[in-house]
Antibody
Framework: EVQILESGGDLVQPGGSLRLSCEVSGFTFTRHAMSWVRQAPGKGLQWVSSLSSSGISAYYADSVKGRFTVSRDLSENTLILQMNSLRADDTAMYFC?????????????????WGRGTQVTVSS | EIVLTQSPGTLSLLPGERASLFCRASQSVDSANLAWYQQKPGQAPKLLIYDTSTRATGIPDRFSGSGSGTDFTLTVSRLEPEDFVIYYCQHYGSSVTFGGGTMVEIK
């Protein structure tokens, strides 16, 4: 059974840093691209960042580029999002999501399994 | 960047009725790259439909998707009580964007 569990969310002051983790199990971590998607309170979904299945390529939304870094720890089957220079508009629930693999290809941005999310609040 | 506009913002219907949710793209998209998600309160989104019309694993056949170019539709043939939640469309080509969502509420 595919399981995705996020952790690390917290209340942090503007300008602060936070490290989110996404522990996965039940599938081959290195076969799938993984992404972070966030949702501000009462708002819609916003893609944040993606890491390729190889772990070599990473992509970021313009709003977080230069402040957030995505990586992974294969020994822990964990995707990591390092968040620096946090701003009030980064306040959101952060979801970790798995890219779907079909018979002929694996996709970066189509998500077939999601975690339950971890809450990040940026406020003084 | 492709912008997705969902309509209506809120759809008020009764259980058993048919729901049609719309998603319009700011420019023509490859129909292989349009998906729909369902989100229940306090939960993560759940993939319903991808490639415009392919149901994800375990999704009941009362959910169907159609469309091409800039206009796409999610249809729920007969609403069940658990279907009264929020739905998002998504484009997932070389980049990714989500629509603003449609809430389906009980009339």
């Amino acid at each position: 059974e595919v399981q995705i569990l996020e952790s690390g969310g917290d209340l942090v002051q503007p300008g602060g840093s936070l490290r989110l983790s996404c522990e996965v199990s039940g599938f081959t971590f290195t076969r799938h691209a993984m992404s972070w998607v966030r949702q501000a309170p009462g708002k819609g979904l916003q893609w944040v960042s993606s890491l390729s299945s190889s772990g070599i390529s990473a992509y970021y939304a313009d709003s977080v580029k230069g402040r957030f870094t995505v990586s992974r720890d294969l020994s822990e089957n964990t995707l990591i999002l390092q968040m620096n220079s946090l701003r009030a508009d980064d306040t959101a629930m952060y979801f970790c999501a798995r890219g779907l693999c079909r018979s002929d290809s694996c996709l970066w941005f189509l998500y077939d399994h999601w975690g339950r999310g971890t809450q990040v609040t940026v406020s003084s | 960047e492709i912008v997705l506009t969902q309509s209506p913002g809120t759809l008020s219907l009764l259980p058993g009725e048919r729901a049609s949710l719309f998603c319009r793209a700011s420019q023509s998209v490859d129909s292989a790259n349009l998906a729909w998600y369902q989100q229940k309160p306090g939960q993560a989104p759940k993939l319903l439909i991808y490639d415009t019309s392919t149901r994800a694993t375990g999704i009941p056949d009362r959910f169907s998707g159609s469309g091409s170019g800039t206009d796409f539709t999610l249809t729920v043939s007969r609403l069940e009580p658990e279907d009264f939640v929020i739905y998002y469309c998504q484009h997932y080509g070389s980049s990714v964007t989500f629509g603003g969502g449609t809430m389906v509420e009980i009339k």
